[in-house]
């Protein structure tokens, strides 16, 4: 059985900085080899098109599982990390990636591509990404909007994947640079060793914990998302309680041996009992913390969390559509592959550099980072709606660069923003459950994008689609003062 993470060094504050800037780093390499590989799908669309000679609908549905079990996978994910950590979970991403990929590279049809590069990489995407969230944000606090958009930056190297992209499909066809993509993701699985988990604990509960350390660190649920010393105390009561429970059950196991030693005294029965009744132990407080976190439905009575999912759910929705149409689409204007791949590449740096300005700008406080993030959603809903009157090459790149600049003002907000809503919730399960919410969404967007292509034989509409997604995704955010004073009130 997989054991837990060794118990996490404890500190009085985050670190803002230190080991930190290790998991910014590992973050950084899990948008470039994940986040930046999966907006190049743009690029395998057109190549599966052709290839299978399915229809827009049809080849949307590989990308569209693909995004949608990368996030609704999270509140499996959270578990996960719950149970064995951050680090062991973003190790099995790392080999679901790679194995999705490698088995991508024989396959025959497009339903088997919507298993093998659509449900296997999108679950590997879910435990990376999931995993290095919750620990930089424990890692984390003045610095977090920066530090995320430094790390986020990472997904803006489309600018150098998406010609390496077509240099490898020309080369070695798609068989052949899905198979290389799978050997580049194995790179995670060294990053992932720098996940090395902390513990955030207040100067004034620091006794506490250190008398209930000895039980704590026996037990096998690890800690893996708190984020301040109220989150760090809340899970440890809760970790501790499902321990105690734990060892209530196996108390009457304990006895009965007891009593069965006074009949047969020999040294190695002894030993043998001692082990077995351990790792009975174990067992018992690891199902029953899972029990716990399954069964947990706090999250449901906190107001922010359903305006955060309402907001995560669409923008999700939204962005995912322009990303994978943006290469279709210009192919429709006769503007040329290589040409086109170049809008990716220049969506990439632009949106690398709005992440990196934009997270410094909130991180001055000058106002809450939501009104920031609601500003830019609403820019991006006015962009797209605005894109189908981009029908040159030169128009085109002019809608690119300016989406990737709003777009990337509200991606490197996405955590920061989260951090500052979620309240008294964990940071992980709040993650999840919204994620979980936006995946069953983000499952339909491609498809349905794709079939007003069908239907239309223009992409006008699925442009029109997305913008009108960002409008709403921007409306629950004017509702975070309402939700404040009632959460004030309670």
Avoid at 208 to 213: I, L, V, W
Avoid at 215 to 238: D, F, K, N, R
Avoid at 299 to 308: A, D, E, G
Avoid at 381 to 392: C, D, K, Q, V
Wanted: charged share 15%; with cysteine; proline share 4%.
């Amino acid at each position: 059985m997989l054991k837990r993470e060794g118990k996490a060094p404890p500190y009085t504050k985050a670190l803002d900085g230190g080991w930190g800037w290790m998991i910014v780093l590992h973050f950084f390499l899990v948008n470039v080899f994940v986040m930046g590989m999966t907006k190049t799908f743009a690029i395998f669309f057109v190549v599966f098109q052709e290839e299978f000679e399915g229809t827009s609908e049809q080849t949307g549905w590989i990308g569209s599982i693909m995004s949608s079990l990368s996030f609704s996978a999270g509140p499996l994910v959270a578990i996960i990390c719950d149970t064995y950590g951050p680090k062991t979970a973003s190790i099995l991403g790392a080999f679901l990636i790679t194995g999705g990929y490698l088995i991508s590279s024989w396959a025959t049809s497009i339903p088997f591509l919507c298993v093998t590069m659509g449900f296997l990489p999108g679950m590997g995407s879910a435990f990376s990404y999931q995993a290095a969230v919750v620990v930089m944000s424990k890692y984390f606090k003045k610095r977090l909007a920066l530090s995320t958009a430094i790390a986020r930056s990472g997904m803006g190297l489309t600018f150098l994947l998406a010609p390496f992209t077509k240099v490898l499909v020309d080369l070695y066809d798609w068989t052949g640079a899905l198979t290389l993509f799978g050997a580049i993701t194995l790179n995670l699985v060294p990053s992932s060793m720098l996940l090395r988990p902390i513990h955030i604990t207040s100067e004034s509960n620091s006794d506490t914990k250190d008398k209930g350390s000895h039980l704590s660190a026996s037990g096998p649920a690890a800690v893996c998302g708190a984020e301040t010393s109220h989150y760090e105390t809340q899970e440890s009561t809760i970790r501790d309680s499902s321990m105690q429970q734990a060892g209530q059950l196996g108390t009457s196991l304990t006895d009965s041996q007891n009593q069965n030693e006074e009949f047969n005294n020999g040294p190695n029965r002894n030993e043998l009992l001692l082990i077995t009744n351990e790792e009975s132990f174990e067992k018992k407080a690891v199902l029953w913390n899972c029990k716990q976190k399954v069964c947990d439905t706090s999250l449901f009575k906190n107001p922010s969390f359903y305006i955060f999912t309402w907001s995560f759910l669409f923008s999700q929705l939204a962005y995912l559509i322009p990303t994978f149409h943006l290469v279709a689409r210009a192919k429709t204007l006769g503007i040329d592959m290589t040409d086109a791949s170049y809008l990716i590449s220049v969506a990439g740096i632009t949106e690398t550099v709005s992440q990196i300005i934009s997270g410094w700008v909130a991180d001055q406080n000058w106002i809450k980072k939501y009104h920031y993030h609601k500003s830019y959603l609403i820019l991006c809903g006015i962009t797209n709606l605005l894109a189908p009157l981009a029908t040159t090459f030169s128009l085109l790149m002019t809608y690119t660069v300016v989406f990737a600049i709003f777009s990337g003002g509200y991606l490197g907000l996405i955590l920061p923003v989260l951090v500052d809503l979620s309240g008294n919730s964990i940071v992980h399960r709040f993650m999840g459950l919204a994620s979980f919410f936006a995946g069953i969404a983000v499952l339909s967007g491609p498809p349905i994008a794709g079939w007003l292509y069908d239907y239309t034989q223009t992409y006008a509409g699925s442009f029109y689609f997305s913008g009108t997604c960002y409008l709403l995704s921007s409306v629950s955010l004017f509702f975070v003062p309402l939700a404040e004073r009632w959460k004030s009130r309670v």
